[in-house]
């Protein structure tokens, strides 16, 4: 059954390939922006999260939701505002929507929106399923903030999918350019001490997950948005290095010095996080990239 789907945040990595294979597939989509634009295979509504309006318009014949719309957490340094803005760009938008779903008796049924893994904090080698709690420190903060923002939904009697993404392999975006760009020049070496477990995900793979979310209502609840083999720093490091054929300097950059340069955001690049992908898994969802090697293989060959 084809869909009506009103997409946030869809000028970013994930939104962008959505949209696309959406359309493809003989959805509607409909987005909300901050400003007004043009954007293929889209109608275009606008929003202002800070000052809670909203073009009421753009739930018109709307059916489902996917929410991935916030502040870039490792755009600018953590000051206290500048992490107050990346918690508010995501719950007081969960809110808007949701605030504009009832004022206009939207026939909306599911709510789809991202998470991140940041959810469970430092875990070290514990094996994280979706059940276990959440951590410690400003992103596992954000992430229950914005999780339970969205679990307000049940209320209003719609199906919810919480995706908790890890990072995302993409050609030329996001996590993946910054990794590789020290690489390039010759100044590649692991993080910390290395041993951190960096959950990660194919662009292609976790476009399938909220397009299965979309199109298969047995989604429900959360999922751990990632492979199902996570690295470590030192290998996803070295893997990015052989396939930019760069060698990988034999000592790492210590913990201090990333603090230094990045203050509390060098939890991003710290953090340990060993995902289970087994409940994904179990809803039939099949990956294109289980194993590292191949998934950069198929981004630097294109």
Not at 7 to 27: C, D, N, P, Q, W
Not at 183 to 193: K, Q, V, Y
Not at 270 to 288: H, M, P, R, V, Y
């Amino acid at each position: 059954m084809k869909k009506h789907i009103l997409i946030t945040g869809a000028t970013g990595t994930v939104g962008k390939k959505l949209i696309s294979e959406l359309h493809a597939s003989g959805h509607t989509i409909s987005i909300l922006s901050r400003k007004p634009s043009a954007i293929k295979n889209a109608k275009v509504y606008v929003w202002d999260v800070y000052k809670q309006q909203i073009d009421l318009n753009c739930l018109t014949g709307v059916d489902t939701v996917i929410h991935l719309a916030g502040e870039n957490i490792a755009e600018k340094k953590w000051t206290k505002e500048r992490k107050q803005q990346i918690i508010e760009s995501r719950t007081f938008s969960t809110a808007l929507l949701y605030k504009a779903i009832k004022e206009t008796n939207a026939p909306v049924k599911t709510f789809i929106s991202a998470s991140a893994v940041g959810f469970y904090g430092s875990r070290g080698d514990e094996i994280l399923t979706e059940d276990a709690s959440s951590g410690t420190g400003f992103m596992a903060t954000c992430c229950k903030l914005w999780e339970d923002a969205v679990d307000e939904g049940t209320s209003l009697g719609l199906r919810i999918v919480k995706f908790r993404i890890g990072v995302i392999l993409a050609k030329g975006e996001g996590a993946l350019a910054s990794l590789e760009k020290p690489i390039r020049f010759f100044a590649g070496a692991a993080l910390g001490s290395g041993t951190q477990w960096m959950p990660w995900v194919h662009i292609d793979d976790i476009t399938a997950m909220f397009k299965n979310a979309v199109e298969n209502s047995a989604f429900n609840s959360t999922y751990n948005a990632c492979a199902p083999f996570p690295v470590t720093n030192a290998t996803l490091t070295k893997v990015v290095a052989k396939q930019l054929h760069r060698p990988v300097w034999p000592f790492n950059v210590p913990e201090k010095v990333l603090e230094m340069i990045l203050g509390k955001m060098s939890a991003v690049v710290l953090n340990s996080t060993n995902t289970s992908a087994q409940k994904i898994l179990d809803t039939g969802f099949e990956f294109k990239f289980t194993h590292l090697e191949d998934a950069l293989a198929d981004i630097y060959q294109k």
